[in-house]
């Protein structure tokens, strides 16, 4: 199975603040790589599909970019509504998940 | 726009086997446009893909979990399920269902619902 590693684990930042999270294949899956959101007690919801295409009705905030191995998500100007766990998801062979990044209020 | 709704029982006992149903509403889903899929999430930790199925009945399951996993479509009923077997607590979970392109990204997810496997 490909394994996916997100960095930073958890990350403390405040409303207005440029966010990047990173996530590392252990092999090239091209841009076989998709973000998603996930709020306490919901459902995950998908943020960037392809590596760097945003999903119909996501905030222009939220961008992703990347190829082969690493890949970044990147929120420009946090707002409260952000504050939320994200996990990346390659499609490349066997679906699998990155371990999350928890994004809390400083 | 496609809603998905899970379910099922709560509570399956070790070494029992879990049944969950995912009914699709607002789309077909013998929709050539997308495949169906199932998701677990032990509390409080990451997401684990399990198994998806296309409307034809083509099924792709995670290696970890293929033997003991069936995902089943009911054209029908617009219904799709999961059935896994020999059950223990570690597969206490929320059990999402969801549906993706055949890129494999998960568009629209049920609310998920929360099997406890104890006796």
């Known amino acids: 199975d490909i394994q996916m590693t997100q960095s930073p684990s958890s990350l403390s930042a405040s409303v207005g603040d440029r966010v990047t999270i990173t996530c590392r294949a252990s092999?090239?899956?091209?841009?076989?790589l998709n973000w998603y959101q996930q709020k306490p007690g919901k459902a995950p919801k998908l943020l960037i599909y392809a590596a760097s295409s945003l999903q119909s009705g996501v905030p222009s905030r939220f961008s992703g970019s990347g190829s082969g191995t690493d890949f970044t998500l990147t929120i420009s100007s946090l707002q409260p509504e952000d504050f939320a766990t994200y996990y990346c998801q390659q499609s490349y062979s066997t679906i699998t998940f990155g371990q999350g990044t928890r994004l809390e209020i400083k | 726009q496609l809603q998905l709704q899970e379910s099922g029982p709560g509570l399956v006992k070790p070494s029992e086997t879990l049944s969950l149903t995912c009914t699709v509403s607002?789309?077909?889903?013998?929709?050539?446009?997308?495949?169906w899929g199932w998701i677990r999430q032990p509390p409080g930790k990451g997401l684990e893909w399990i198994g998806s199925i296309y409307y034809s009945g083509s099924t792709y399951y995670n290696p970890s979990l293929k033997s003991r996993v069936t995902i089943s479509v009911d054209t029908s009923k617009n219904q799709f399920s999961l059935k896994l077997s020999s059950v223990t607590a570690a597969d206490t979970a929320v059990y999402y269902c969801a549906s993706s392109t055949s890129s494999e990204y998960f568009q629209h997810w049920g609310q998920g619902t929360l099997v406890t496997v104890s006796s």
């Open positions: 607002g789309g077909s889903i013998s929709s050539s446009s997308y495949y």
């Open positions: 092999q090239s899956i091209s841009s076989y």
